[in-house]
């Protein structure tokens, strides 16, 4: 089995510490406790110093600055540490999604996930995923699902109840994300319709209910450029909390080629195959944007990459794979040159 790097927002460890969650008088404590950090958000924006990271904030000055405390939701802990979830969009508005990649507002600098969680440390980029899910899920879960009353999220705010009772977890939905190659081992990059400029990525759709995943693979790929696909391989995952996916990576062999390519014109205006060298060709000669450097599809991409020969070819024995090797690398072009290739 291959091993495949690990993406960005998947790396940083923290114990969700589910003994805590079940106990709010333990919770209420650690949210008090001296050792408590805060992550801030405001709309999809996070609290941070930029390029180094969150900006944490004890307990002490959560509560000088009259942030809810009380509201705060439990992450976890790492290190030692108790991490808590404030969402101030109330207090801060949401402005700071709009200055994308960040903004200046009330005294703190707002950064998007997406555009700093590759600089972060792991931690920080985990805390900060985990904090965007839950705040995400309950802004919009505000009703029960079987009666429609208001939900009340309970202490720890991992679970929601209504007056009735009944019980409501935040919703988490899976999408697949796919790289599809041809028997050159080129890659399938397709323009999305809704896209602006040039940015081309790897195809990606919700799974259905009652639908595997690999058949969700495949019935994407046939449904937005017709191309038939066979093989399949897990990659790995990745939570996208905007607002709640969890894209699940696969790598996926077709022995059709371009001119077997139907583009559907509705979600994808053009797609084709390239190989490594055109790939790192066209985005060097800004015809093609590549995915950001924090998403799934460039863990995928910069993998598949770095894992062939300049001439473009697999490296190693790629017999009976749907990626190639994971040995040798291009010549042509290092890893800090591949990773600074995609968006920012
Ligand atoms: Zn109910």
């Not at 001296?34 to 180094?52: I, K, N």
């Not at 019935?219 to 399949?232: F, L, N, T, W």
Request: proline share 5%; aromatic share 10%; net charge negative.
């Amino acid at each position: 089995m291959a091993i495949f790097p690990v993406p960005i927002l998947s790396r940083g460890f923290v114990d969700r510490d589910e003994a805590s969650r079940l106990d709010p008088r333990r919770v209420i404590h650690l949210r008090r406790s001296s050792r408590a950090r805060y992550v801030l958000l405001s709309g999809e924006a996070l609290a941070a110093r930029g390029e180094s990271g969150l900006e944490f904030v004890g307990a002490e000055e959560a509560l000088a600055r009259s942030f809810d405390v009380d509201a705060a939701y439990y992450l976890g802990t790492a290190q030692e540490t108790p991490y808590f979830a404030i969402d101030l969009t109330d207090t801060f508005g949401t402005d700071a999604n709009r200055a994308y990649p960040e903004a200046q507002i009330g005294g703190f600098r707002w950064c998007a996930l997406v555009a700093f969680g590759n600089l972060w440390p792991e931690l920080d980029a985990a805390l900060a995923t985990e904090a965007l899910a839950i705040c995400n899920a309950w802004r919009q879960q505000r009703f029960c699902e079987k009666c429609g009353e208001p939900l009340r999220v309970l202490e720890s705010g991992w679970i929601a109840v209504c007056s009735r009772g009944h019980p409501t977890y935040p919703r988490t939905d899976a999408a697949v994300i796919m790289a599809i190659f041809d028997d050159a081992d080129r890659v399938l990059l397709a323009q999305n319709a809704r896209w602006p400029g040039t940015r081309h990525s790897i195809l990606a759709g919700f799974v259905e209910a009652g639908e595997p995943l690999e058949k969700a693979v495949r019935r994407e790929v046939a449904e937005e450029v017709g191309i038939e696909v066979g093989a399949v391989e897990y990659f790995g995952s990745q939570p996208w909390p905007f607002p709640r996916s969890l894209m699940l990576g696969f790598f996926g062999h077709t022995s059709q080629s371009e001119v077997d390519i139907v583009a559907d014109h509705r979600e994808i205006a053009r797609a084709g195959f390239y190989t490594r060298q055109e790939v790192i060709a066209a985005a060097r000669a800004g015809e093609i944007t590549l995915p950001r450097r924090t998403s799934i599809a460039a863990a995928m991409l910069t993998h598949w990459l770095g894992s062939g020969d300049s001439a473009g070819n697999p490296a190693g024995d790629s017999a009976g794979s749907a990626t190639g090797g994971v040995t040798g690398g291009l010549e042509a072009a290092s890893a800090e040159e591949i990773m600074s290739l995609f968006s920012w």
